[in-house]
């Protein structure tokens, strides 16, 4: 197969949201191409903006491999950004792009070479509640984990 053209995705992750957030859900899609891998996310039930202030959603794989937690973080057990460089923020190989909210909607596609499909196998997709701020160590500032999935191989 030429690994130059789109072709079906090697691996994936559906995002559920927290309790807090139930109708949040969404499909991440993770293909391996010649020089890096094209991520991409569809989701759905995000929180809702004001005329003006449609909100923007940080977008990060983490480096756990569960959505476990606890009443004070849902999604603890996610673990942090994926970086295996140890890179400082926002230079994690699992720093992506945020979602940018459409009336509960958002779709972002991403071409990125700071990991392979078969190294995020197991790993976790966090969307937080805030935009990152592409700043503060080591996270961003990006507030309250909202939803969290697993990615597989397909």
């Known amino acids: 197969?030429?690994?130059?053209?789109?072709?079906?995705?090697?691996?994936?992750?559906?995002?559920m949201g927290s309790s807090a957030y139930p109708a949040l859900h969404g499909l991440v899609t993770f293909r391996q191409l010649k020089n890096?891998?094209?991520?991409?996310?569809e989701v759905y039930g995000l929180p809702k903006g004001e005329k003006c202030k449609n909100p923007i959603f940080a977008f990060h794989i983490h480096s756990g491999s569960s959505c476990t937690g606890n009443k004070d973080d849902p999604f603890a057990d996610?673990?942090?950004?994926?970086?295996?460089?140890?890179?400082?923020?926002?230079y994690h190989a699992g720093d992506l792009p945020?979602?940018?909210?459409n009336d509960g909607y958002a779709y972002m596609s991403v071409f990125?070479?700071?990991?392979?499909?078969?190294e995020i196998i197991g790993r976790t997709v966090i969307i937080h509640a805030k935009p990152?701020?592409?700043?503060?160590q080591?996270?961003?500032?990006?507030?309250?984990k909202i939803a969290c999935g697993k990615i597989y191989a397909i």
């Open 78 to 90: 996610s673990g942090t950004h994926y970086n295996p460089g140890g890179c400082p923020h926002p």
């Open 1 to 15: 197969m030429n690994r130059n053209t789109i072709h079906d995705p090697d691996a994936a992750v559906r995002v």
């Open 98 to 101: 945020p979602l940018f909210g």
């Open 138 to 144: 080591p996270s961003g500032n990006a507030g309250t």
């Open 112 to 118: 990125t070479d700071r990991f392979t499909v078969k």
């Open 36 to 41: 890096g891998v094209l991520v991409t996310a």
């Open 132 to 136: 990152d701020d592409f700043t503060t």
